[in-house]
T-cell receptor, first 110, second 113 residues
Framework: EDQVTQSPEALRLQEGESSSLNCSYTVSGLRGLFWYRQDPGKGPEFLFTLYSAGEEKEKERLKATLTKKESFLHITAPKPEDSATYLCAVQGTGGFKTIFGAGTRLFVKA | NAGVMQNPRHLVRRRGQEARLRCSPMKGHSHVYWYRQLPEEGLKFMVYLQKENIIDESGMPKERFSAEFPKEGPSILRIQQVVRGDSAAYFC???????????FGPGTRLTVL
């Protein structure tokens, strides 16, 4: 069964303190791995799609990487406005069901 | 360039009533997903639709829940005879004909009294 596990559940950083969020996944054939940001009371905001091991994508202070078993979301020199829940999701080639992880709640203190 | 629209944003129903949630996809998008998010829980896939066609409903409860995406108009998620356990945020997302990215709406928060 397809599965996504994110760690840590919560992460507290000082402004400027770089770190990484982990997403471990199990899927029978990867159609795509997705990263989203979700602010309280709002819908998830699309960040990245990764399709194959070795792929990397960047956007501002965020960089996503992918291996055959996990993905990392690296946050470089975070700012308080980066505080949010970051969600990882996978879609397998067996269908269109998208499996989301429980998310990592990131708190960045000024 | 409007994003995904959902209405109503908040919906209150009494047990046994029907709830209808609407989703208008982004312009040019022909695919819609519906998800449910319970408090302090992750997003759970419910159903994936194209215009006039249900592609994958493997996450949809077998009873009381149905979804449609007609040729004209928004996608509708319908919950019959609501129970307190149906209280949750319901999100829809749309994706283009090519590409896997899903763009989410702001959600409908359903409260069942």
């Amino acid at each position: 069964e397809d599965q996504v596990t994110q760690s840590p559940e919560a992460l507290r950083l000082q402004e400027g303190e770089s770190s990484s969020l982990n997403c471990s996944y199990t899927v029978s054939g990867l159609r795509g791995l997705f990263w989203y940001r979700q602010d309280p009371g709002k819908g998830p905001e699309f960040l990245f799609t990764l399709y194959s091991a070795g792929e990397e994508k960047e956007k501002e202070r965020l960089k996503a990487t992918l291996t055959k078993k996990e993905s990392f979301l690296h946050i470089t020199a975070p700012k308080p406005e980066d505080s949010a829940t970051y969600l990882c999701a996978v879609q397998g080639t067996g269908g269109f069901k998208t499996i989301f992880g429980a998310g990592t709640r990131l708190f960045v203190k000024a | 360039n409007a994003g995904v629209m959902q209405n109503p944003r908040h919906l209150v129903r009494r047990r046994g009533q029907e709830a209808r949630l609407r989703c208008s996809p982004m312009k040019g998008h022909s695919h819609v997903y519906w998800y449910r998010q319970l408090p302090e829980e992750g997003l759970k896939f419910m159903v994936y639709l194209q215009k006039e066609n249900i592609i994958d409903e493997s996450g949809m409860p077998k009873e009381r829940f149905s979804a449609e995406f007609p040729k004209e108009g928004p996608s509708i998620l319908r919950i019959q005879q609501v129970v307190r356990g149906d209280s949750a945020a319901y999100f829809c997302a749309s994706s283009p004909p090519t590409g896997n990215e899903q763009f989410f709406g702001p959600g409908t928060r359903l409260t069942v009294l």
